[in-house]
Structures are given as C-alpha cells and as structure tokens.
C-alpha cells in the first residue's frame, strides 16, 4: 500500500462521519483524561498525583499528540480545501492548522509538553487540559449543530447581552439611589449595585446584598420580574432556532432521499444518504420515518406514473 492509500485510508477512518472505532477510542481519551482532570482536585487523591494521574496524562497527551499530526497530515484529503486551494499541501495544512478545532487541539497538547520540558508541574494546567472537552465537537455532530444554532442567532444573542448590561445599570443605579443612606456599607457605589442588579436580574438571589427600605424591596421586585422575562428571551430564542434548523435539516434529508424508492438505491447511494444523516443530526428514527413517508408516496403512485414537478396544492417547483 503506497503512502498516499494509507493517509486517504487514515482520513477516512479520522473523519467525523466515520463513526468507526478509531473516532470512538478519541472520545473515550478525552473522557478518561478529563474525568483525572477532575479527580485531581478531590481531596485525598493527591497522593496519586505524581503516580497514576500523572501517567494516565502522559499516555492521554501522547495519544493527542498523534492525533494533532495526523489530523494535519491528512488534511491535504479534505475534499472541501482541495477545492479552495487546489493541489498546494502547504496551504491547506496551513489553514487547517489556523482552524479553531486545530487550535483547540493544539492548546491541549502544548501547554503540557512545555512544562515538561521546563521541569514544572504540568499538571496544575488543569483549566487548559479540561478544554479537551471541545475536542468532542468534531466526534459528536450534534455539538456542531449547537453551534451553528449559536452563530446564526449571534445577533440576537448578543442584543439580549446589551440589554441586560443596560437594566443592571438602570437598576443598580436606581437602587443605589434608594438604599446609599439606609446601607452605606453596601451600596457604596453604582458599580458596587450591580453585583445586586446582575443576581437578582439572573432571578439567583444569593441574598448576600439586600434592599431593606420599602422603594428598595419595589425595585428589587420589578428587577425580578424582568430578570425572569429577560431569562426566558434567550431560551425561547434558541428553542425557536433550534426547531427551525431541524426543520431545515430533515427537509434537506428529504430531498436528498426522495429520487426513487430506497430499497432500489445502491450501497453506495444508501452510504451516501446516511454519511448525510449523520452530517445534518438526524437521528435514526427520524430519518426512518422520513424514508418510510417517501416510501408511502412512491407506493401511491400507479406504476408507471411519472413523478410530479409540481405542487399541486400551491404550484411550487419540486426539486
């Protein structure tokens, strides 16, 4: 086998539609090494420190170390870059190396292996080694889908962001206002309000800051019933985007699916549509249920009917 068979061969088995046993093993890694990430901060573990959980480090940072140089090996097979940047292996693995994941990968691993190589304990690094958890976005596609949920309402994320920025000041100002002579102590300052504004708007409350005069406790509860207002926007935001994009995605399945009869595709359409499945988050049910509509339109059909183009309903162009 010559070595570019081998390094197709391995991008395939590297590839995140591959849900194979190679990409199962790197979740495991990261679970295994997140969870001793985790367990160093128990007390009464520390004796294993320099024993156990150091070698279970070693062995974690060695197996992502090789995965970090074959990801950035094979990515000259990235089907996606090749057509961006043509047959130039330099570039394409430049701006894989430049790619958030490729940068989540490297942090990971180069933080460690300076402090071996500096002689300091690497594993205080406990904040950057836990960041492997990002590491699962590329294995789980599900994740991805939370993330292109997020993007497109990056906007609205972030209009709902300044809007709380802004009621914090208008509450820690008016309650400032209110309760300076009553609590001299606590509200000192706006600022110094807005440690109040910003839990009592989240509707956490810690109860460590609290208004005693009567116009103080009348702000106190038109802030909450804002805040639970305020808190339910963004979640209803992203339900609402969450339920449109997985609209989108089993309409797409759809088309996709929808040329003829699944049981009269090849092995290699039927590849094809759930390598499609996996890429859009489908799970299998739906997906069955999706083949099973289509199945029951085509079987409507007298044979020998051709398809229709169009809507009958509202004369739209079916692709």
């Not at 062995?59 to 000259?76: D, G, K, P, Q, T």
């Not at 430049?98 to 940068?103: E, K, M």
Request: net charge neutral; with cysteine; proline share 5%.
């Amino acid at each position: 086998m010559t070595v570019t068979a081998i390094r197709k061969r391995l991008y395939a088995l590297l590839d995140p539609l591959h849900s194979g046993a190679l990409n199962s093993a790197i979740i495991v890694v990261i679970l295994i090494s997140s969870a001793s990430v985790i367990l160093e901060t128990v007390p009464g573990f520390e004796r294993f420190q320099d024993t156990v959980f150091l070698q279970i480090e070693v062995i974690c940072l060695s197996i992502f170390a090789l995965e970090y140089i074959a990801r950035l090996w094979v990515a000259v097979d990235n089907p996606a870059l090749r057509r961006q940047y043509g047959d130039d292996p330099f570039r394409i693995r430049l701006h894989y190396a430049l790619s958030p994941i490729a940068i989540v990968d490297l942090i990971t691993i180069l933080p460690p292996v300076l402090a071996i190589a500096g002689d300091t304990n690497f594993l205080a690094l406990w904040l950057l080694r836990l960041l492997r958890l990002l590491k699962l976005t590329r294995s789980l596609p599900f994740l991805t889908l939370l993330g292109e949920v997020l993007k497109a309402e990056a906007r609205s994320f972030a209009a709902a962001l300044f809007l709380l920025i802004i009621l914090s000041l208008f509450s820690a100002a008016a309650m400032y206002t209110v309760e300076r002579h009553a609590q001299p102590e606590v509200f000192t300052s706006i600022p110094a309000a807005m440690w109040w504004a910003l839990v009592t708007l989240a509707t956490v409350g810690y109860g460590d800051v609290t208004p005693i005069t009567t116009a103080g406790q009348f702000i106190a509860a038109v802030t909450i019933i804002i805040g639970v207002g305020f808190v339910a926007l963004p979640a209803g935001m992203l339900a609402s985007r969450f339920s449109e994009e997985l609209t989108k995605r089993r309409e797409d399945f759809r088309r996709a699916a929808d040329k003829r009869p699944y049981a009269s595709l090849s092995e290699e359409e039927k590849e094809a549509l759930e390598e499609l499945r996996i890429e859009l988050c489908l799970s299998r049910d739906d997906a069955r249920r999706i083949l099973s509509e289509i199945e029951r339109s085509h079987s409507r059909l007298p044979l020998g009917t051709p398809r229709p183009t169009h809507c009958p309903h509202c004369g739209e162009y079916l692709d």
